[in-house]
């Protein structure tokens, strides 16, 4: 499973995941911020294929004096040569053919393709719907102390992104749309004019910190790995946390007066129903974990988030280079950059004439050039009666250790099209080659 890239950044993402989960305990006493940094750092292990970045790295640590001294000769550096595969492609009179093998694997990538692609549209639905609503029901923000408000507070916390802010009457709970330009949706009902300097406070801290672009990210992550249940898990914590790191900054230099206030007022907002379009964090556990966050007193020291985060970003980094790279076709003289192409040669009903590339040591060539990988002397089912047949060929490549010459043999066959039995079989050919260039 991990031999694809798909599966790569499934381990990478997990991995760091789990690690946070470890040292969450550490993590809790001390700066939000790492906490939050580690998240990120998962969700860039999830997108991105670290382990396709290795060679790219090694070649680098090459031209870097005292690292190719001491570390290169103890890099496996070869990317793994693959002897033996199980995808052939054919083309034959304009018509592409695929091997039995090729046909089960796109017919995975096409379900996964579909899965990604429906959540991806429900996503995206959902997000348009949400803001139709917000634009339609809203009007251009009063003048007055809500416009002095915003200026004053755009200017204290130094946000400097073109924002466009819009009052809502039907709007209790504040939100924030798109994501290169921001829209903030304000409730103008707000009757407390601390409740809606708090509100638009917190709003502006989201946009300054980019938290829209990097929860896009998060629902990519959730789009592309929607079978890993800890891609769910990474996007709630991500919310969670970026949601108290502007509660810490909403409450920064407040006094214990205004952190209940503003305490009762997320209690308050959580008890309204929100659109259905909104990422909710309105349930008991995330309320009361934002409301104890208020009150927790972290430890100002970044070194031990700064440790534990360059730690696991290590132990991820070097987990992905330990895998092997995706599988990969390669030439025998070690060519990268060209795959190998098997060419069949059509010698008039004889599909299966050519020896000189052979993609398995035994298998069957249909006459319409549709190859399957057999196994020698395989175990006969008890319970197939061999009803359906099907005639061929039947190749089969045995190599001389010693010599290192080998012996190809070709049959015309009639195989069970069921189980791959043998039935009937007559020697066409015999070729023997020294060396052996398969």
Not at 253 to 266: P, Q, V
Request: hydrophobic residues 40%; contains cysteine.
């Amino acid at each position: 499973m991990f031999n694809t890239i798909t599966g790569m950044r499934t381990f990478s993402g997990t991995l760091a995941v789990c690690l946070y989960v470890i040292t969450y305990p550490i993590l809790k006493r001390y700066s939000i911020q790492g906490q939050n940094f580690i998240l990120k750092m998962a969700v860039f292990f999830y997108l991105v294929p670290i382990a396709e970045l290795k060679y790219c790295l090694w070649d680098i640590i090459e031209h870097i004096p005292l690292l190719n001294r001491y570390i290169v000769p103890y890099i496996a550096k070869e990317r793994p040569f693959i002897e033996k595969f199980n995808v052939i492609i054919k083309f034959e009179n304009g018509v592409v053919k695929f091997s039995s093998d090729l046909r089960d694997l796109f017919l995975i990538l096409i379900c996964a393709g579909l899965v990604s692609l429906i959540i991806f549209i429900w996503k995206f639905r959902k997000y348009q719907k949400m803001k139709y609503i917000f634009l339609t029901c809203s009007d251009e923000l009063p003048k007055g102390k809500l416009e002095e408000q915003y200026l004053r507070l755009k200017e204290e916390l130094q946000v400097h992104s073109d924002i466009k802010i819009l009052g809502c009457k039907y709007q209790k709970s504040s939100s924030v749309i798109g994501f290169l330009s921001p829209v903030i949706i304000f409730p103008t009902e707000t009757a407390d004019i601390n409740s809606q300097e708090f509100i638009m406070k917190h709003e502006l801290l989201h946009i300054k910190h980019k938290d829209l672009i990097v929860r896009l990210l998060a629902i990519a992550v959730i789009v592309i790995h929607w079978f890993n249940p800890v891609a769910y898990c990474l996007f709630y914590e991500l919310i969670m946390v970026s949601e108290m790191i502007c509660d810490k900054g909403v409450l920064s230099g407040c006094l214990e007066s205004d952190r209940k206030k503003y305490s009762e007022l997320i209690v308050d907002l959580a008890t309204i129903e929100t659109n259905e379009c909104v990422v909710s964090l309105a349930d008991e556990f995330s309320v009361k974990r934002r409301v104890l966050e208020m009150k927790r007193v972290r430890k100002k020291n970044i070194f031990v988030s700064g440790a534990i985060a360059v730690v696991i970003g290590l132990s991820v980094s070097m987990s992905a280079f330990a895998l092997y790279n995706p599988s990969r076709i390669i030439e025998k003289d070690g060519n990268y950059d060209q795959d190998i192409i098997f060419e069949f040669v059509n010698s008039g009903d004889n599909h299966y004439a050519d020896t000189d590339c052979l993609p398995y040591d035994y298998f069957f060539t249909s006459k319409d050039g549709v190859i399957t990988p057999l196994i020698k002397d395989a175990p006969e089912r008890v319970l197939c009666f061999h009803t359906t047949t099907e005639v061929g060929g039947l190749t089969e490549h045995a190599k001389n250790k010693v010599t290192g010459s080998c012996t190809v043999t070709v049959y015309d066959v009639v195989k069970c099209s069921k189980c791959n039995k043998i039935l009937e079989q007559t020697q066409v050919r015999r070729i023997t080659y020294d060396p052996c260039p398969h």
